[in-house]
């Protein structure tokens, strides 16, 4: 029972990263009809803010160190900590969720200037070439991160007040032996808020509905004069945005490297596939619950019975789910049914 | 778009005889480019027919497959397998690899093909990632996992102990009843497969089979209306093309007996596309054109370094070198994906035919100059322009 309610947890907020992802993806497919092979990108590039900010808040002055009295020792001290001493540290203690200020203009931007100067050139053209051509995108963006950040992955920590674990079994009676680490429950807290701000803002505001409405159809909203390609680059906007706050987010639980982008992209495009192309609801409901599957095939029960399963678990459920239900989970009549 | 003219076989021969003596000649012509080592001229063979290859699947019927690398994969171990257990002459190893890769392509494809566009990548791609995960974790005993699998001392190579050839105290080399794999009569090996594959490759290409693919291309339900069911051609096309890249990762382990799971991870399978569109998508010889200028770049600029470059650049005054030099050296040596990334985006934008739409506009431009001239005016000349002027 402690196990599987850890499972589940492990897999909610696995699946918290997904659906972050595979909605930006569903929505920029939604709206603009592009298949964005640089979603991953993306991502990982709101992880590198995260490590920017972290970089930046610890810029250092050699300071002479009192604590070594035989000889003229010195030690890095961040300049933060010179000028403003506890409350510097502290700062510092906090950089990952301070970079999430920083991360909404800057992904805003990036996805704005994305779509500006190279998506809106591929809305006509094949999505064979816009696969191509977002993917070549890809390797780029992670090419410049990796010549300015190196290769290796950088470990950035989650605030010092959040960095244990939770006593989650006493909260559900489960006894005190079953903790769960804080930051990956705020990681699911934050996942879920971020959905439902997704959500809220494209039922509950104007300029939702309007967009809404576009992705229903285009033209007649274009004909109601409403400049509809804007709005949708706004939406691309939000996407990165969203995408960039996941990777902010994941910083703590998964040392970024160059790469992090990739790993992740592969499997947010079988998520969205399975939650069937152009439904966000099916985007973080697939997301959840491939995030689950994954974590409960990692359970040493179930590899003693099918070895291996927790590696393929998610194509092989892709494989299944699209030769059952070719439009996914919640897919859309008419949508991509090529 | 695509080149549907009929050729004549005697046309076709003129090909294959004109490739053959570039293929063969190598060694000889690329002396001045600094290429003309049996390694590299090797891998140009290699990444040609796994390009061509591709190219049946993805340049005819238009599907993008992005598992590819999987049946290089296949074809890599089976052919480590063949040398560790039967012999380690590189025919039962060659047609061992070809053939498995083949029904690999068949199951997979069985199911991938169900579906079609975007769905059709993704399948692959899963299908792709998990044997790239199984191979890394639980079929560690057959792919040796991480470290990749590789020949021993005690392997029982069985063919060979039964002619009586035992191994002495070094590891013995793939080879070709006595000739060897590596070297220069390697490169003649890998050359005489890529004519035949070549030879096969043209002969689809010129055949109904290859006008039924491009159908499949340009319109699948009137393909269907006309009365042919489009599923039996698509499957054959992919496990051919599965088979070329069976072939092809089996040389790989010719050159080098040696196979890693890498071999197919999806970066692998990108490879090979960006291979194909660099060279021109659908075209008969742009892929091999591809491999060639991918492969041979990334040897050049990856051997690029700091020292290198500012001696390189040493005839700019020292304030100068420096930051010029950096700013270079993010595109060579280890940045040489960069370089690839930007090439390939601005290739997908502004030439999405490859370097062969490249060299036909070329020529068009240059034969158009020369003829516009002294027939200004007349009818067959304003219709060619304007059909020029449509696809520019």
Redesign the interface.
Known sequence: MDAIFLQILNGLDKGGAYALIALGLTLVFGTLGV?NFAHGAIFMMGAFCAVTVEKLLTLSVRVRDESVTFFEAYKETPYLEVWFGDTGTAIIDWSVPLSIILAIPVMLLIGIVMERS?IR?FYK?P???Q???T??????LQ??I??FFGANPLPQGAPDIVAGSAAIGAVFGLGDAVVYPWWRLIYLAFSLLTIGLVFSFLHFTTYGMVVRAGMADRETVELLGINIERRFTIVFGIAAVVAGLAGVMYTPVLPPDYHLG?DFL?LS??VV?VGG?GSLPGAVLAGFLLGILQSFSSMTEVKDIF??ID??II??V??VI??TR?RGLMGRRGV?E? | MTNTKIVSPKQDLIYMAILSAVVLTMPIWLQPFGAAYPDLMQKFMIFGIFAIGYNILFGLTGYLSFGHAAFLGVGSYTAVWSFKLLSMNVIPALIFGTVLSGLFALAIGFVSLRRSGIYFSILTLAFAQMSYNLAYSVLTPITNGETGLQLTQGDPRVLDRMSGIEANASLPTPNLFGIEGVGYSGFYICAALLLISFFIYLRIFRSPFGLKLRAIKSNQNRMGYTGFSTRPYLMTAFVISGMYAGLAGSLLAVTDPLAGAERMQWTASGEVVLITILGGVGTLIGPLLGAGIIKYFENIFSAFNETVLLNAFSFLPDWLAHPVASVVGLFVGEGWHLTLGLVFMLIVIFLPGGIMEGISRLWRLVTRRNKAEPVAGTHENKEKEQASAGEV
Request: aromatic content about 10%.
């Open positions: 298949v190279l050139y053209r999505h064979a070439e696969i191509l051509v993917f070549g995108l890809a390797i780029v090419e410049l990796k010549s990739m592969v495009f079988v596939v192309m070895p291996g590696q393929i194509y092989l892709a494989v699209l030769l070719p991509m090529s």
